[in-house]
């Protein structure tokens, strides 16, 4: 009778070479990225798609490498230039991040990216997933790459009910991780997991009819699909109001820039008054506040939107827009930077502002 070390061998390098076969056969996976050998190409690619959806990461990625097609190119931008390109994708410390690495790299080691993990595991803003991505496609490093989709994967495959967010959940799945790695080909077997985690083991309707792991797969045999894999972490969401006050005069708009270490620092944005509560901002309810507080006794409001909402990982924003047409420019708004419309669309936003403006301009 073989030994449970041996079945559990067995199991492990069933999965490894089903997956390969898969990966060689039938995965059509398309990306500008797949099979890329360039570090830095791969480095940037890895960023964008941190808490990112790929669909939504490729015009980046595209647009990133039209604009700065070296890193030394990325080195030599000037901040703003990168964060307009990078508008919308939100997480901005990651650009932030990105800027700086740069920058550390073309200027501190001469353009030359880290070649061994630990190197580049000590970039900022890079993980041991990224430095793994990053060490196996460039460079065929043996290092096994550990996100969503492989959590998913391995956690059905081998019916793991250890929560994935566990200190014991992180360490188990990153030793088997390593322990499954293809060492002939680690480049190829990382791209393969992912691949099968976003088009086959997805989190929601999985095509477990057409796995090549199916038959050996214990959440399958189990009917545990969709219970695993689990985490014990709820994310309760901050709720915030952001209530926006464009203030135009002559043909000019006032903004101001982000100072504050919170989420869009750095980006512009238009006057804000932020609460923790909701206020009903009517018209005599504007008035009133810019009569009592900004000392603004003539102006026009010229539209009030609709409240706008936004979902972050960790907060839930309410935004609401109001316009308001002056005819002299008040002591109190003398700090804003009064700014042409042209001018504006060279500067960075919150995507919360984009949208709304794209929405506002095209009625």
């Not at 014990?232 to 926006?244: A, G, N, Q, V």
């Not at 002299?328 to 984009?354: C, E, H």
Request: hydrophobic share 40%.
């Amino acid at each position: 009778m073989a030994s449970k070390k041996n079945l559990k061998h067995t199991k492990e390098s069933f999965f490894t070479q089903a997956l390969m076969d898969w990966n060689g056969t039938i995965n059509q996976r398309q990306m500008p990225w797949k099979g890329e050998k360039d570090p830095y190409k791969i480095w940037l690619s890895e960023v964008m798609l941190q808490q990112t959806q790929v669909a939504q990461g490729l015009d980046y990625y595209n647009r990133f490498i039209q604009a700065f097609p070296t890193i030394v190119a990325l080195a030599n931008a000037k901040d703003e230039a990168v964060f307009k390109l990078w508008e919308g994708l939100g997480y901005y410390s990651r650009c932030r991040n990105l800027i700086y690495t740069a920058r550390y790299i073309a200027f501190e080691l001469g353009g030359h990216f880290p070649t061994n993990y630990d190197d580049i595991l000590g970039l900022k803003g890079v993980g041991p997933y990224t430095a793994a991505a990053i060490a196996s496609f460039a460079f065929n490093l043996p290092y096994a790459v550990v996100d969503g989709n492989v959590f998913r994967v391995l956690a059905r495959f081998f019916g793991i009910d250890i929560p994935t967010d566990s200190t014991a959940g992180k360490k188990l799945f990153a030793a088997l991780a390593q322990e499954l790695l293809y060492q002939q080909d680690p480049a190829k077997y990382n791209q393969a997991i992912m691949d099968f985690g976003a088009t086959v083991c997805k989190p929601a309707l999985p095509n477990c009819n057409h796995c090549v792991l199916s038959n050996q797969c214990v959440a399958f045999q189990n009917s545990q699909v969709n219970v695993l894999p689990i985490k014990t972490k709820t994310i309760l969401r901050k709720k915030r109001w952001f209530y926006y006050f464009i203030f135009q005069h002559k043909g000019t708009i006032g903004i101001q820039q982000r100072q504050q270490k919170d989420i869009w620092h750095g980006l512009h944005e238009f006057y804000l008054i932020e609460s923790t509560a909701a206020k009903q901002w009517d018209e005599p309810a504007i008035q009133s506040w810019l009569t009592n507080q900004m000392g603004i006794n003539n102006a026009q409001v010229s539209y009030c939107s609709s409240i706008q909402t936004q979902n972050l990982t960790h907060q839930q924003l309410s935004g609401q827009f109001i316009h308001i047409q002056l005819n002299q420019i008040p002591a109190q708004l003398k700090g804003l930077s009064w700014v042409t419309a042209a001018q504006m669309n060279t500067l960075a936003f919150p995507r919360m502002i984009t949208a709304y403006m794209d929405t506002f301009n095209s009625k």
